[in-house]
């Protein structure tokens, strides 16, 4: 593609991320920028993938940057359509230095990368935690779990001492992501662009889910979503522990439309570890910037993806959550601690940030999805997660072979 750098560039953005491009504007005032909303793939609305497949038969109208809310784009962006160049630049190979891409958090550009090569930018993290109410741990004399095994426990103690309080929930797609690959279960072994292992029944997914069948019976994980009225008006003040990414803090807790916690109450932990284990931990998105193939002016889209992921005026001043890029996620922290809200360091998520379990891949087809389809609907049922693993693996396996992926 013949290169103009006068020429304007049109970027791609979610809601959220309008205020990455109004920063951009601000700090480049001589770059020629057109904004257009689009629901950023959310929930695995698919949308970016749909759009640019109508613009390739087209053969124009690509933007040439896209935010998406997902992880798992670049499987399929970085791979030829129907014969047509892929949709997303190769970002490595010196279109962005090599110092920047070498200062991003260790394994954050996992899921850019495919066969070796990096196709995105990752705008944040969201890795799993353990958020909890210190307040009401010390009223009820209770410890914070440093393993999967006291956190079970603790449920059990809670539903009996304490019943009406909660220490998570499964009422959401993204279950998986905090408890089935903080185990390490293999529901998702992404090994090739088109080769998935998938085995829901090893011993690191039974324990899992036999864990959450204890606490989904005795009613401190319930199968409500945290986004829904009914979990704010049931549980507000009832929440003592929740695993659950770092974007939980302002999304749900320090929220004043959701549980308002008030300051000084809210303790992050590191991620549980199984015993006798190291901890690892999941991811539940954050998201991720595509370059086009096609764009005729590289240098401006290079630095509007650049800026985004990496320019204090944005990650650390303006956006919510922990950032990819180590050098601005560490002053983010310290903001975040400076607002004296919480109740202890934050250090546990940048720990947990380098903690993600790199055996859960990010493929073309939505593991939320299918958890939603499948899981949801079965638990509410009364259906216990151990005896729903097969039926887990056989959903898995017949949507990743939709998407064209070879099964082992």
């Keep these: 593609m013949a290169q103009d750098d006068k020429a304007a560039i049109t970027v791609?953005?979610?809601?959220?991320?309008?205020?990455?491009?109004?920063a951009f504007k601000k700090a480049n005032p001589g770059v020629p920028i057109q904004v257009v909303t689009y629901d950023g793939s959310a929930n695995g609305s698919n949308s970016f993938r749909t759009k640019?497949?109508?613009f390739d038969?087209?053969?124009?109208?690509?933007?040439?940057?896209v935010f998406s809310t997902q992880n798992n784009d670049a499987a399929w962006a970085s791979q030829k359509s129907n014969g047509k160049q892929a949709f997303a630049a190769v970002l490595d190979g010196g279109l962005v230095a090599k110092d920047t891409l070498d200062k991003f958090t260790p394994g954050s550009l996992n899921p850019c990368t495919v066969d070796g090569k990096v196709y995105c930018l990752r705008n944040d993290l969201a890795q799993a935690v353990l958020w909890y109410n210190?307040?009401?741990?010390?009223?009820?004399?209770?410890s914070v779990p440093t393993t999967w095994q006291?956190?079970?426990?603790?449920g059990e103690k809670v539903a009996q001492e304490h019943p009406g309080y909660i220490v998570g929930t499964v009422g959401d797609a993204w279950t998986p992501e905090v408890f089935f690959w903080a185990s390490k279960c293999e529901a998702n072994g992404i090994t090739g662009p088109k080769t998935v292992t998938v085995?829901?029944?090893?011993?690191q997914c039974r324990r899992a889910a036999a864990m959450l069948d204890t606490l989904i019976k005795n009613g401190t994980t319930p199968n409500i979503s945290v986004f829904t009225p009914e979990f704010v008006k049931k549980y507000t003040g009832k929440v003592l522990l929740m695993p659950g990414p770092a974007w939980y803090a302002g999304a749900i807790f320090n929220n004043p439309e959701s549980l308002k916690v008030p300051g000084g109450q809210l303790g992050v932990a590191p991620p549980p570890a199984w015993q006798g284990e190291d901890a690892v931990t999941g991811n539940v998105g954050g998201g991720t910037w595509f370059?086009?193939?096609h764009s005729k002016n590289l240098k401006a889209a290079e630095s509007f993806v650049r800026f985004a992921t990496t320019a204090d005026d944005y990650q650390v001043a303006v956006a919510p959550g922990y950032p990819a890029y180590a050098p601005a996620a560490e002053k983010w922290v310290t903001k975040q601690e400076a607002s004296k809200y919480y109740a202890t360091s934050?250090?546990?998520?940048?720990?947990?940030g380098t903690a993600i379990w790199p055996g859960w891949g990010s493929g073309i087809f939505s593991q939320e999805a299918v958890w939603a389809k499948t899981m949801t609907p079965a638990i509410a049922d009364g259906k216990s997660l151990v005896a729903l693993l097969p039926e887990w693996q056989t959903a898995i396996k017949n949507q990743a072979q939709v998407d064209g992926y070879t099964v082992k």
Excluded: I
Excluded at 12 to 22: H, I, L, P, Q, S
Excluded at 150 to 154: I, S, T, V, W
Excluded at 199 to 203: A, D, K, V
């Design 134 to 142: 210190k307040s009401l741990l010390d009223q009820f004399g209770y």
């Design 150 to 154: 006291e956190y079970q426990a603790l």
């Design 346 to 352: 934050l250090q546990p998520v940048v720990t947990a």
């Design 199 to 203: 085995n829901t029944g090893t011993p």
């Design 57 to 65: 038969r087209a053969q124009s109208g690509w933007p040439d940057v």
């Design 52 to 54: 640019m497949q109508l």
């Design 291 to 293: 370059v086009s193939s």
């Design 12 to 22: 791609w953005v979610d809601a959220d991320r309008t205020k990455a491009a109004d």
